[in-house]
């Protein structure tokens, strides 16, 4: 963890009082603001440091440097103010000074201010310069150092910057500057910054000054994010090497022996599914740990909402069977999704109740994350399925009906309007008695944008995880059918027959009805494709990057 460490500033001068004729009052500035330089890592935006999210927690207004500093608003509080800093024009000077103008005039109005910097402040930054205005303005700061790119983009291609026999490094920026090469030793390791656009009179500097022209060397675009890409070549290639990759953006760029360390040391880009471009349909609310998980194995997650959930249209149902549990009318509720327990505990707080109005009554869930949404009540369900979880399996595993050990013969099932008959039908051979309430209902959502339908069409997308059978049937309703290449996972036997229904062939399944687990299921089959490819010495590729002649059975 990052410590903050305060700059001693000289403290702000007040006005002195101004008195008036008639009365005496007095008048002093505003105290000045207090500015905090966070660094936020390269572009992982799990790099930030815990003392980063701390200051982002108190923070008043956050001075921000574009779209890519989004993600780590979600550590603020309500009602932050949020500066863009990002619309300096110009040189680097002007708009390092424009930047610092803007973080003082911010401090001005605002007691608790928070800059955020790609990196680490103080390395290849602006947090120098503008902590330099911040004390000319009389403005105290501290700074919380982040992960700087000289060496969290080399890390993630795989590639350490020291090893036993390489303990020089030298970092050098190309930006807007000229750098004298007869200085370096040709042994040493470089790190280029700023390079890019410089790259073909670098190398023959570098050359020219006694560097190999076989000196390996990797460009790395997009570091320590899921869209990284890096190329390997020497000094003589590298240029034409990355003109035949077709990358675009700022590359960091190494160069020496170090480089070499990179075919077994690569651990970021040959996760299972890197760069794969996944379409998760979901509901509006329920995205995160899906995302997350796919993130995980490297993955490029693009949420498309299909269904909305909404209360039912004839709420009295609900609020009979609600009574009636108050009421003792029931021996068991079951839960079956996620969204039953949400909405079960919307009504009780409608109705102000709490957990307590379980007591007496058995409780059953299908799937661990509908016990897990259970247990937020502080409620343990008596009833999990020990086999398949679905309604079958709990169904399998539900005791049938005994006048002697059942005071109660009735069951609450709160469920979707579109759920399917099983667990219904089963109870029933077990002479139980059930209320089938509908707790909620699920809508098609509207379509998604034309590019992404066409990407889905023609394949662009590598994979499809579909989370239920109304995903399945809403995707297809609102965007057709993914293309032949496309992979499709899906979350259990439900879902997988509804996805064939629909003529899909479906290529992973998860062994649990979990985001968790079905993320799991389609790295497996990631893994073991990749395998199949380097066994077979072919080049690994994603599922868009290869087309089959095959459609899907329809």
Request: hydrophobic share 40%; aromatic share 6%.
């Amino acid at each position: 963890m990052s410590s903050a460490k305060t700059a001693a500033t000289p403290a702000p001068q007040k006005v002195p009082a101004k008195i008036a004729a008639s009365t005496t009052t007095a008048k002093q500035t505003r105290p000045l603001g207090h500015v905090t330089f966070v660094g936020v890592g390269p572009g992982d935006p799990s790099l930030l440091t815990i003392a980063g999210r701390d200051v982002l927690a108190n923070a008043d207004a956050v001075v921000v440097e574009g779209p890519e500093h989004d993600a780590f608003l979600a550590y603020c509080k309500p009602g932050v103010e949020v500066i863009d800093g990002s619309g300096a024009e110009g040189s680097r000077a002007l708009r390092v000074a424009a930047r610092a103008r803007l973080v003082v005039k911010t401090a001005k109005a605002s007691s608790n201010v928070v800059r955020l910097l790609t990196g680490d402040p103080f390395t290849f930054s602006s947090g120098a310069e503008e902590a330099s205005a911040c004390r000319k303005a009389g403005i105290s700061f501290n700074v919380v150092p982040g992960v700087s790119e000289v060496s969290a983009v080399p890390a993630y291609a795989g590639i350490p910057l020291t090893m036993k026999s390489d303990r020089e490094v030298t970092v050098l920026d190309l930006a807007e500057a000229k750098l004298d090469f007869s200085r370096l030793h040709p042994k040493q390791t470089l790190v280029l910054l700023n390079a890019t656009e410089v790259l073909k009179d670098t190398t023959a500097a570098l050359i020219e000054s006694g560097f190999d022209a076989g000196t390996p060397v990797a460009a790395t675009v997009g570091g320590t994010t899921t869209a990284q890409t890096s190329v390997v070549g020497t000094l003589g290639t590298i240029v034409a090497d990355l003109r035949a990759a077709k990358l675009v953006g700022e590359a960091v760029i190494v160069v020496g022996a170090v480089v070499e360390q990179r075919e077994s040391l690569s651990w970021f880009e040959t996760k299972p599914l890197f760069g794969w471009r996944i379409l998760v349909p979901r509901t509006k609310d329920q995205a995160g740990p899906l995302m997350d998980r796919l993130r995980r194995y490297g993955a490029m997650p693009e949420e498309v909402p299909t269904i909305s959930v909404e209360p039912p249209r004839n709420p009295q149902q609900m609020d009979k069977a609600i009574r009636g549990l108050v009421e003792g009318r029931y021996e068991w509720v079951a839960f079956t999704s996620v969204n039953a327990v949400k909405a079960v505990r919307e009504k009780f707080d409608e109705y102000g109740l709490d957990a307590r109005a379980f007591s007496g009554l058995k409780i059953a869930a299908v799937g661990e994350k509908t016990a897990e949404a259970i247990g937020a009540w502080g409620i343990r369900p008596d009833l999990l399925p020990s086999g398949e979880q679905s309604a079958a399996g709990l169904v399998e595993d539900w005791p049938p009906f005994d006048e002697v050990l059942d005071p109660i013969n009735r069951v609450f099932l709160p469920r979707a309007d579109i759920a399917t008959e099983t667990l219904v039908a089963g109870l029933t051979d077990l002479g139980w008695e059930v209320d089938d309430v509908t707790a909620y209902r699920t809508v098609r959502a509207a379509p998604p944008p034309a590019p992404t339908r066409e990407a889905i069409k023609s394949g662009k997308f590598d994979a499809v995880v579909f989370t239920s059978s109304s995903t399945v049937r809403n995707l297809v309703g609102i965007a057709g059918k993914p293309h032949a290449s496309t992979v499709i996972a899906v979350i259990g036997p439900a879902t997988l027959k509804t996805a064939e229904e629909h003529g899909l062939r479906v290529d992973a399944m998860a062994e649990a009805p979990s985001a968790e687990e079905l993320a799991d299921a389609l790295a497996r089959f990631g893994a073991d494709r990749r395998d199949t490819m380097l066994e077979a010495g072919e080049p690994v590729t994603r599922p868009s990057e290869r087309r089959s002649g095959s459609r899907r059975k329809s």
